[in-house]
């Protein structure tokens, strides 16, 4: 519960302290995301900030295509080797790639192994075709409603996910 205290002659609210947020992955369902070959593992979304914590598993071979950030992406690579094309690197397990907001690449997968991906992000990803149009925009609310249909379809009672 919150009060409300003095301080300084001031009234000031006094907040609860923030709690941790513990989720249960491994009983959370895949569900397919845009592509072929592409599935999402929704671990907690706040669609007040557009905050989207995710796993993300690509199989070799498939594209999401060119991707524009309008937040900051950050993945931590769990298995499985990737870049974005045109990089001089390759991230592996263990390796962390920050993608800045109004960044643009194309992901590809590296080798014969899925790559598996720990992705935090905040704000919209804008996928494009081959000529650079727009053919999806994606934030907290489109890929909640995602994972609820992907849910409802299967019969699988959704988490609460959304903070």
Known sequence: MSAITRRGGRRRAKLDPPVA??????GLPWFPF?????HVKLLKLTPATGEIVMIVRIEPGASLGECYRHGAVLA????????????????SA????????????????????PVLAFVRLIGALEFHDAEGRTVSIENAE?????YLAHCALHGIPPADLAA
């Open 21 to 26: 947020h513990y989720v249960a992955a491994e």
């Open 34 to 38: 845009l592509a072929e070959g592409v």
């Open 76 to 91: 931590y690579t769990i298995s499985g080797m990737w870049r974005y094309r045109g990089a001089e690197w390759v991230a």
């Open 94 to 113: 263990g390796d962390a790639v920050l993608a800045p907001a109004g960044s643009t690449q194309t992901l590809e997968v590296v080798g014969t192994e």
């Open 142 to 146: 489109t890929i909640h409603g995602r």
